[in-house]
């Protein structure tokens, strides 16, 4: 399946989901309640983001980890594992340092900052990629 059919098709995943959220658990029953922004939102990041995104991990783990199952598997099982393991930790620190680069870093002191925020953030993942 091309990228484009994936993008369309985590699109509409993503905006379903947000609607039965809207719908059954938030009980946004009315057309004036239900925000329709917000759908979109997860329409496009699903276009544009995680549909593309999830294609090329899911074809680079299958050239990667290429041994039969139940090895293959289990390779393929722990990469996937590790990946969003240090993409969540991503998470924990990104928003913070660029909190606090825009908020109290000069502006000429910002790609300095991001910089040795990064070094750090790359020894982390060079350290998680060998252990």
Request: charged share 15%; aromatic share 20%; net charge positive.
């Amino acid at each position: 399946m091309g990228i484009c059919r994936y993008a369309l098709l985590y699109s509409v995943l993503m905006s379903t989901g947000d609607a039965i959220c809207q719908i059954v658990i938030e009980k946004r029953r009315s057309i004036n309640e239900y925000d329709f922004k917000r759908t979109s939102r997860f329409f496009t990041f699903g276009t544009l983001i995680m549909g593309p995104a999830l294609r090329y991990w899911f074809v680079f783990l299958d050239r990667t980890f290429t041994r039969p199952p139940p090895l293959g598997v289990i390779q393929k099982l722990a990469a996937d594992q590790d990946y969003f393991l240090i993409l969540f930790n991503g998470y924990k620190v990104w928003p913070l340092a660029q909190l606090i680069n825009f908020y109290i870093i000069p502006l000429q002191h910002r790609i300095l900052f991001v910089n040795m925020v990064a070094l750090f953030w790359n020894v982390y993942l060079a350290f998680k990629s060998f252990h």
